[in-house]
């Protein structure tokens, strides 16, 4: 076992793929170490029903600690669903827009924002309250830029926009309308205070798991809006009646994020021990950039820098080839840049560990010296 | 590494979930050995990109084993979604059948059958061909009970009913509209003639993997009945334009999927082998239920018997109750039969290996012997 162990934790990279991405190593080990039977059980968590007593296990479990991490109340609502963000862009509006005379709202601070809307614009009214595309998503609104219309059946918002690497600091305060956000890419990285959302979707496959699920929390009275039309399995209600368990729910998946849900709390201490990580993390890159004389030029402007993806441009295409070259050859690997935005972009999400972003900062040292040579 | 494995397996039971079901021993063992790094990868399975090379490998040997295992000729598309079998109850008619004045048929010979009625009535006009519901959905029409209706949008059925155990012997030849097979719990167990679809769709947990995948195929005609108002993700076109990755599909389960696949090629030979060996399983058990002088009586006629799912009764409920006590406390698990049918029911997919239909086969004459004494 601990041979076999060795010989493949050594031939572990520093993965900074935008996601999926990396999972915490203690995770990865327990999930192999009870692959063939979970213990107490006889069968892997690949084989178990979903309706028996190891899985009502395993969800409730990785239901109370996402509360608990993240003091879920009361008035909301917990539930695992399919498909991706992707399927909330339209699940969203079907929900809270469909039939309604207002408009949705959405902020739109990059890509991810500016998929949602159009989605949206299938089911209903929809206001374009800020768009940064004008500036190719570098920052975010100020207070004063964001007009919301007179009445928003919702107002949506991105947290953390992966491929532009800009991120809401603090949780957005944008008016009585309920707030619909997408967490995608920073679900569970720092504390949110839930009680300020309408709605808060995010796949798990950054900073929480596994593709295959998504994490949908819900006000309970926002429950009200869904119209009996709607197909069974897009209806927020039949998840939220059926515990998540309408169908087969993505039992493996859910499994992987209540591991991680258990390395943040025993391991990490907690989300604001998460999030103190993870700004040390980031602040080592961009204190680079910052000190790179403009050779690593950062695409967010500082005050909406993310904490997760740092995005950064090279003085040319051929030197930003060389760098994602070398930087594989030293076992870093998946910084090309999204193409739309171009570059670098090193995601760095709650599994990185510190290790991994010094080797990267070494690199970025390096590589600007032997230019600069 | 040895002893911990030997210690897992030893610690395995026979689990006759329906689904999540038992999977094969080598592909849990080859999960568990890769889980850590895939060979020449450095890093998991669960942390590879969905537009890594790592991945491209993956999708493109799973896509062709399938299509070399089934048969599947270019006149079709293969793609894989999320949502399970429930998602496709309305995704075949929102894009088969929304806006169109034809009736989609549906031949219902069991509890799925009469779920996806259900989402269809939603998406447009709907017929009912046959409806096994007024006998308990225990056999299949004969030929000339099904009443289609003049030129129907498609015609529906469901290969196997995991609840009743009712399954189709035969690929279903009902006329020249196209045939809409819902595959969930027979998919991948025996050859099928796919040309014979118009669109096939099975979600994995059954026979072909872990839940949290569900394979769609199509043929290439249909794909112009999806209109352009349909959400994106719910629009098949998306998917097959796509790849299966118009944003990041479930990379676990497909890549399980892909394993399972290779077992039934390499390790089976094949769809006819494993269809072989699942009748084998079956009789074992349905020779039981012959010979016991209706101690034990099958809920399917003989004639639609499934060799997927075994379903019987026992004298009373008080003896069901006795018997799933007993076998548990063997190592036979999850053979409660579902609430709407009671007593017995003994899922036995692909996996399943003879040596535990043998098992239960032997309590079932111990447990019957031991009421006559």
């Not at 007593?53 to 669903?81: C, K, N, Q, W, Y």
Request: proline share 5%; glycine share 10%; hydrophobic share 40%.
């Amino acid at each position: 076992m601990t041979e076999r162990s060795l010989v493949s934790v050594a031939e572990r990279v520093f993965n900074f793929s935008p996601g999926p991405a990396v999972l915490p190593l203690e995770v990865l080990e327990r999930a192999r170490d009870e692959l063939l039977a979970l213990p107490g059980v006889g069968i892997s968590v690949l084989e178990i029903s979903h309706r028996s007593p190891a899985f009502d296990r395993i969800l409730e479990e990785t239901l109370g600690d996402l509360r608990s991490l993240l003091g879920i109340g009361p008035d909301h609502e917990v539930v695992f669903l399919q498909g991706g963000a992707s399927l909330q862009f339209s699940m969203v509006p079907m929900n809270l827009l469909r039939g309604r005379t207002q408009a949705a709202d959405y902020v739109v601070t990059g890509t991810w924002g500016a998929t949602a809307i159009k989605e949206a614009r299938r089911e209903g009214r929809v206001h374009v309250a800020w768009d940064g595309g004008t500036t190719n998503y570098d920052r975010l609104p100020a207070a004063g830029e964001i007009a919301l219309s007179a009445d928003p059946a919702y107002v949506h918002v991105t947290s953390n926009e992966t491929i532009q690497g800009v991120q809401w600091k603090h949780d957005p305060d944008l008016g009585p309308a309920p707030l619909v956000c997408d967490c995608s890419s920073d679900f569970l990285s720092r504390p949110i205070d839930v009680a300020k959302y309408g709605l808060i979707y995010a796949c798990a496959q950054k900073n929480a798991g596994v593709a295959g699920v998504t994490t949908v929390i819900i006000r309970k009275d926002l429950l009200d809006r869904s119209r009996d039309d709607l197909p069974t399995m897009l209806d927020y209600r039949t998840h939220v009646k059926n515990g998540s368990r309408p169908n087969t729910p993505p039992v493996f998946a859910v499994y992987v994020l209540g591991l991680v849900c258990r390395w943040i709390r025993d391991s990490v201490g907690g989300l604001a021990a998460m999030d103190r990580h993870n700004r040390g993390k980031a602040k080592l890159l961009y204190d680079v950039l910052d000190a790179s004389g403009g050779f690593y030029a950062g695409h967010a402007r500082p005050d909406c820098r993310s904490d997760m993806n740092v995005t950064f441009r090279l003085p040319d295409e051929a030197t930003e080839k060389e760098f994602v070259k070398g930087a594989s050859a030293r076992g870093l690997i998946d910084l090309k840049g999204h193409r739309s935005v171009g570059g670098i972009r090193a995601s760095i999400y709650n599994a990185m560990p510190m290790a991994g972003v010094e080797a990267l900062r070494d690199y970025m040292l390096e590589f600007q010296q032997a230019r600069r040579a």
